[in-house]
């Protein structure tokens, strides 16, 4: 059983501490969107997670990169952007994120309508969503 204060997420991101992954079933690749069902009534069936962790499952050799902690690729390997919707019901992409490497992405503005992605030809990719559950 969780608990979902969906009114929290409005006033409070909580520590990274507070928060574990949920794995979003198989790989990506191409292009797409994700979104967390919630079973909640609008204003709050928006996705109900405060980030998203991106994986690589597959990266093509020829890929340039610079070795480190995180190894850093020259091309950007996934675009993720996040999809609002205001009182009115207009979508404004509020916030657009590149990825070269490996990490979590914590969205600033709470509760997006979605995530879009765009993911380099040949790279495959697993998404977890960064929540807040209680056992």
């Known amino acids: 059983m969780s608990l979902v204060f969906p009114v929290a997420d409005v006033v409070l991101h909580p520590p990274y501490g507070f928060m574990r992954r949920e794995l979003l079933v198989g790989t990506f ?64 992409d509020l916030e657009i994120h590149d990825v070269h490497f490996e990490h979590v992405w914590l969205w600033g503005e709470p509760g997006p309508t979605l995530i879009h992605y765009d993911i380099l030809p040949f790279v495959v990719v697993v998404f977890e969503w960064m929540i807040v559950k209680f056992p």
């Open 29 to 92: 690749s191409g292009s797409g969107t994700l979104t967390r069902a919630t079973g909640a009534l609008p204003p709050f069936n928006n996705v109900n997670a405060y980030g998203l962790r991106t994986t690589f499952f597959t990266i093509p050799a020829e890929l340039s990169r610079t070795f480190g902690t995180p190894d850093v690729f020259q091309q950007r390997m996934v675009q993720l952007t996040a999809r609002y919707t205001d009182a009115l019901g207009n979508d404004d």
